[in-house]
């Protein structure tokens, strides 16, 4: 299990990575793990590469996003502080694993609402929300969380776009992903990943996939500023019509071959 965050408002949440590397100082939250610039250059570099060549490799992909998206992650966590859900989000720091959803609750929830469509996505793609890697490498608490909550919410995207967990699928919401949060891994996903796939997917992907994605992700506003787990009622269309999210073109098949 991931283990929380430090909370807001302490000395842990300061932007401190200039004192924090090279110098001795302590972890800034459970997992983190200090860094110079020269090490997160290499690590940058090597994980790379391998997730280039093994999409799968879900902890490369991970040091990638960590290791190149400062920039990124100060852009977002400055979106969720001006707005207010966005900003309680980042005061109450929630969570999403087996350990705080209620699935039994999420089962006995109306068709179409979005907690009972999320399971309805974990139990199809037979994906769990622990698979998800702590942050070890962002020398910032606040936004070690920030990348955090990006990826505990990137199922709850698979659930809004309609995209399944497939190669097409992941590449679809990875263009969505790179639109809307601007990280370097994401950019690097959707520029890389269509590399994998047949020419027929291509095809798709490139006319009426891609094209949708970058709409999408240019309409709605961050996703990061959805308190998901208040939501759980809220209707699935009523949710995309609220963030300008229309139906996609198609939908790739569960466990498709790319």
Not at 6 to 15: L, S, V
Not at 18 to 30: I, K, T
């Amino acid at each position: 299990m991931v283990l929380p965050l430090a909370p807001p408002g302490t000395a842990a949440g300061k932007d401190v990575s200039s004192r924090a590397v090279g110098h001795g100082a302590g972890r800034l939250y459970p997992e983190h793990i200090p860094t110079s610039p020269l090490q997160k250059a290499l690590l940058a570099a090597g994980s790379a590469g391998m997730a280039l060549s093994d999409p799968h490799r879900h902890d490369m992909v991970a040091v990638l996003g960590e290791t190149t998206g400062l920039r990124a992650l100060k852009a977002l966590r400055d979106q969720m502080k001006r707005d207010p859900e966005g900003a309680q989000i980042l005061q109450e720091r929630p969570r999403i694993s087996l350990c705080t959803l209620d699935l039994d609750k999420l089962r006995s929830l109306p068709e179409g609402s979005l907690g009972r469509e999320y399971l309805r996505f974990l139990d199809v793609n037979r994906v769990s929300p622990d698979t998800r890697a702590p942050t070890r490498f962002v020398d910032n608490e606040e936004l070690a969380y920030v990348i955090q909550r990006y990826r505990e919410v990137h199922d709850m995207l698979h659930t809004l776009l309609g995209m399944p967990t497939n190669m097409l699928g992941e590449i679809v919401v990875k263009w969505f992903e790179a639109v809307q949060t601007g990280l370097p891994m994401c950019i690097l996903g959707a520029l890389f990943g269509p590399i994998r796939l047949s020419v027929q997917n291509l095809q798709v992907l490139i006319s009426e996939l891609i094209p949708w994605a970058i709409q999408s992700g240019r309409q709605a506003p961050c996703v990061l500023n959805l308190y998901y787990e208040r939501r759980w009622e809220q209707p699935l269309r009523a949710l995309r019509e609220e963030l300008g999210i229309t139906d996609p073109p198609c939908t790739p098949k569960a466990h498709s071959q790319p």
